[in-house]
């Protein structure tokens, strides 16, 4: 359960909201609806911790894991598109980086042994079906096989936002944050994701 207390944010003199409270119950699907510029990013930013609130408070379980849709489309430009899936499991892409760099070099006993504790990680994230997953999340979204190998940069803008969408929805979270998700999205997509 997440819970909002008292929450008050402003822009100068601009006030965006103000003394909000309510609670988000685990297993329902919430939106926030309402005018352009009326806080609902902001909001989400908050509770993403990326942004701090001027006055009130934010609960979040400690183990719940939250998922966020980034908003900046160009973020991966040179980057491999189901590379760009996995990174939604920041662990697991973290430790096959790693490996993948200690394969290229010199090995030495202890290169084997940070190699063995890499693979109890990726073992444990279960990155050994990682790639089939991602894709299987791609080809929902409407990016077909062959474009996975291609990078970020090769997609149309629309294309890149389902990437992110991707990516988010890998991670596993327990919580997503999903601002303006259907953006340039087709019906079958939209149905997908719902």
Request: charged share 30%; net charge negative; glycine share 12%.
């Given at each position: ?132 997953r991602a894709a299987a ?58």
């Open positions: 359960m997440i819970t909002l207390d008292k929450l008050t944010k402003r822009y100068g003199p601009k006030i965006l909201f103000e003394h909000v409270s309510m609670r988000f119950d685990p297993g329902k699907r919430y939106a926030l609806v309402g005018a352009n510029g009326a806080g609902k990013s902001t909001l989400m930013k908050m509770m993403a911790g990326e942004e701090e609130s001027d006055q009130g408070s934010i609960e979040i379980p400690e183990r719940l894991r939250l998922g966020v849709l980034k908003q900046d489309h160009f973020a991966y430009e040179s980057s491999r598109i189901l590379d760009v899936v996995l990174m939604g499991n920041p662990a697991l892409w973290a430790a096959m980086s790693e490996r993948d760099k200690l394969y290229e070099g010199e090995m030495t006993d202890d290169v084997g042994m940070r190699l063995g504790e890499l693979e109890g990680v990726i073992g444990e994230e279960d990155g050994y079906t990682a790639e089939p999340i791609l080809e929902g979204l409407g990016i077909e096989t062959s474009r996975h190998e291609n990078t970020v940069s090769t997609l149309a803008g629309g294309y890149k936002l389902r990437v992110l969408i991707a990516q988010t929805l890998f991670g596993g979270a327990d919580v997503l944050l999903l601002d303006e998700p259907t953006n340039h999205l087709d019906l079958d997509s939209i149905r997908w994701l719902e």
